[in-house]
């Protein structure tokens, strides 16, 4: 069964940082893209960043591009995401995603998905 766990949101300042993380388990971890959604009130779920199997390929939004970092530690079964210079219109509640071959921005696409953690950006 795989669960996927973020961790890490809560309420921060405008231009301040937050890093969340997203434990995985039940995959063979190293085989899966690993990714970032987010869905804001009232909004559909938007493709925040991605990251293949051994690290090599990344891809942003270009919302995010320049302020966030995604990465992956494959010993620890974890995906990060490091958001910095944030702005309230980041507020969202943020989603991992896990796809053996998923290489878009649909939601759609990706098999598996976290609980969601909230990230508020006061103004």
């Known amino acids: 069964q795989v669960q996927l766990v973020e961790s890490g949101g809560g309420l ?3 231009g301040g940082s937050l890093r969340l993380s ?3 388990s039940g995959l063979t971890f190293d085989r899966y893209i690993m990714g970032w959604f987010r869905q804001a009130p009232g909004k559909e779920r938007e493709f925040v960043a991605r990251i293949s199997w051994s ?6 939004a270009g919302s995010v591009k ?3 970092t995604i990465s992956r530690d494959n010993a620890k079964n974890t995906v990060y995401l490091q ?3 944030l702005k309230p219109e980041d507020t969202a509640v943020y ?3 896990a796809d053996l071959s998923a290489r878009t921005e649909l939601p ?3 098999n598996y998905w976290g ?3 909230q990230v508020t950006v006061s103004s």
């Open 55 to 60: 690290g090599n390929t990344i891809y942003y």
């Open 83 to 85: 958001m910095n210079s």
């Open 12 to 14: 921060v300042q405008a």
């Open 115 to 117: 609980q969601g953690t």
């Open 66 to 68: 320049g302020r966030f």
């Open 95 to 97: 989603y991992c995603v």
């Open 22 to 24: 997203c434990a995985a």
């Open 108 to 110: 759609s696409a990706y």
